[in-house]
């Protein structure tokens, strides 16, 4: 489901007729701020297909949230208060031009660190329901790209953008949680702190429904689908099924249960580096 309380409603969400193996879509080079690269992706990777289009009455409807609602099951969509806002707009984040850069913007303004993290933190009190939250990550991607994630942990000390393998359309967690727990895996927060709209794609079934699916095509115990492996399997088998894509403008955030639903971030037709900050939790309006 999707509670939206972005302004524009439904006009900042999009829909499409599914996804396509990444060796079937003509990917452009990343040029930005002198790294020139042609992204690589895993073996197994599925990107969105690219004929969006707005979505009708029937859509909206389904996506509408009722009293199920819960942090497994619902993307949250909204905009940080303006005094948090404005905290963030003074380290200047988006006049960095890569990751190093961010980080540096906070070591050199420590007390204007210290005054946005105690903010951050009674901010995200009112969305924690009073369960335990932490910090993930703050990084940054370039621009232009179809899809963002990439799992660096596996990558070789020193690696470079052309080593990067991104995912695709997937899902997160570890291969120690079963498919049907991951309903108790919480959510993420993520915000925009760049210069330009970023997009987040997800796809409106949680991974137990996902599973439930493949059942009805394969064996998944003779194939030994699990968290690891269900993207691959789901998309050869539905690859039709639609991808739902938000614009996340600078500011707005998005609340997500990315272990329990296929997503991915996007870049693609930007120019500024794309910069972040995600939270763990189990966070809901």
């Given at each position: 489901?999707?509670?939206?309380?972005?302004?524009?409603?439904?006009?900042?969400?999009?829909?499409n007729s599914g996804v396509i193996h990444?060796?079937?879509?003509?990917?452009?080079?990343?040029?930005?701020?002198?790294?020139?690269?042609?992204?690589?992706?895993d073996e197994d990777a599925y990107l969105p297909k690219r004929d969006w289009r707005k979505l009708n009455a029937e859509e909206i409807k389904i996506l509408q949230p009722n009293k199920k609602k819960n942090d497994s099951n619902t993307i949250y969509l909204g905009e940080i208060p303006d005094d948090l806002k404005k905290l963030y707009q003074n380290m200047k984040l988006t006049d960095c031009n890569n990751r190093n850069e961010v980080f540096?913007?906070?070591?050199?303004?420590?007390r204007a660190t210290i005054e946005l993290n105690s903010s951050m933190a009674n901010f995200l009190m009112t969305l924690s329901n009073n369960k335990?939250?932490?910090i993930h990550?703050?990084?940054?991607?370039?621009?232009?790209?179809?899809?963002?994630?990439?799992?660096?942990?596996?990558?070789?000390?020193?690696?470079?953008?052309?080593?990067?393998?991104?995912?695709?359309?997937?899902?997160d967690g570890t291969q120690y949680v079963s498919t049907y727990k991951l309903y108790t895996s919480g959510?993420?927060?993520?915000?925009?702190?760049?210069?330009?709209?970023?997009?987040?794609?997800?796809?409106?079934?949680?991974?137990?429904?996902?599973?439930?699916?493949?059942?009805?095509?394969?064996?998944?115990?003779?194939?030994?689908?699990?968290?690891?492996?269900?993207?691959?399997?789901?998309?050869?088998?539905?690859?039709?099924?639609?991808?739902?894509?938000?614009?996340?403008?600078?500011?707005?955030?998005?609340?997500?249960?990315?272990?329990?639903?296929?997503?991915?971030?996007?870049t693609l037709g930007n120019t500024d580096l794309d910069v972040i900050i995600v939270y763990f939790g189990a966070f809901q309006f």
């Amino acid at each position: 489901m999707l509670h939206n309380q972005f302004s524009e409603g439904s006009e900042s969400i999009s829909i499409n007729s599914g996804v396509i193996h990444y060796s079937e879509q003509v990917q452009e080079n990343i040029n930005f701020n002198g790294i020139v690269f042609k992204p690589n992706f895993d073996e197994d990777a599925y990107l969105p297909k690219r004929d969006w289009r707005k979505l009708n009455a029937e859509e909206i409807k389904i996506l509408q949230p009722n009293k199920k609602k819960n942090d497994s099951n619902t993307i949250y969509l909204g905009e940080i208060p303006d005094d948090l806002k404005k905290l963030y707009q003074n380290m200047k984040l988006t006049d960095c031009n890569n990751r190093n850069e961010v980080f540096a913007k906070f070591r050199e303004n420590e007390r204007a660190t210290i005054e946005l993290n105690s903010s951050m933190a009674n901010f995200l009190m009112t969305l924690s329901n009073n369960k335990p939250f932490k910090i993930h990550f703050l990084g940054s991607n370039f621009p232009n790209l179809e899809v963002v994630a990439c799992d660096t942990t596996v990558l070789p000390k020193g690696y470079t953008e052309k080593d990067m393998k991104f995912l695709g359309i997937h899902n997160d967690g570890t291969q120690y949680v079963s498919t049907y727990k991951l309903y108790t895996s919480g959510n993420r927060l993520t915000i925009n702190l760049g210069n330009q709209d970023r997009y987040f794609f997800f796809i409106n079934i949680t991974l137990t429904q996902a599973l439930n699916m493949l059942k009805e095509k394969i064996s998944v115990k003779e194939h030994e689908i699990d968290i690891t492996n269900i993207a691959k399997y789901y998309f050869k088998y539905f690859p039709d099924y639609p991808i739902i894509k938000i614009k996340q403008k600078p500011y707005h955030y998005y609340i997500a249960p990315t272990d329990n639903c296929f997503h991915d971030g996007s870049t693609l037709g930007n120019t500024d580096l794309d910069v972040i900050i995600v939270y763990f939790g189990a966070f809901q309006f």
